[in-house]
């Protein structure tokens, strides 16, 4: 069995003119990372209830954030030629793209989703397994690479529930 890399993307918010502040991934090995990404110029739509959720204020991104371009090419350098899986691809990919485009890079890695790895499991089994996991890990912050680790330990339960089956 092949543990799959997952990638999360926290947004300013949904819709047009969202963007990337958070990415977070882990490998199947379980090594993970996490970086804020400072916003870009024009990056300057931002959505309260967003905010709500992931808890990161666009002052804290400013700060603490690093540019597009160190975020794209350390992405690059550590998923270079994997497949990397989501839970979320059409909003992944596109705040992917974003920040891309705004560092000037294309991704060297293709972005799938975590659909495609699992078999006859209903939306409604993997949200509740996804709940125990989470209850299980019992992670104190909403942060892209806890987020990240939840979908692979969730797949990882549910792969070995069919196995056994």
């Not at 379980?30 to 300057?44: D, F, H, K």
């Not at 603490?64 to 794209?72: F, I, L, Q, Y």
């Not at 705040?95 to 485009?101: A, D, M, R, T």
């Not at 019992?138 to 806890?146: E, F, G, V, Y």
Request: hydrophobic content about 45%.
């Amino acid at each position: 069995m092949r543990i799959p890399t997952v990638i999360d993307v926290e947004a300013s918010g949904f819709g047009n003119g969202s963007y990337p502040i958070e990415v977070g991934f882990v490998l199947p090995d379980g090594r993970s990372e996490c970086t804020l990404i400072r916003p870009a110029n024009g990056w300057t739509h931002w959505d309260d209830s967003a905010e709500a959720i992931h808890g990161i204020n666009r002052s804290i991104l400013v700060q603490s954030g690093k540019p597009a371009v160190e975020v794209a090419a350390r992405l690059n350098q550590v998923l270079r030629g994997m497949t990397v899986y989501s839970d979320a691809w059409a909003h992944d990919f596109v705040w992917l793209s974003v920040l891309y485009e705004a560092a000037g890079l294309v991704p060297n890695f293709k972005l799938e989703h975590l659909a495609t790895l699992i078999r006859n499991c209903t939306a409604a089994h993997w949200n509740a397994v996804r709940l125990e996991v989470e209850h299980d890990m019992d992670l104190r912050r909403h942060r892209a690479s806890n987020d990240a680790r939840v979908l692979q330990q969730t797949w990882l339960r549910v792969h070995q529930e069919q196995e056994a089956a």
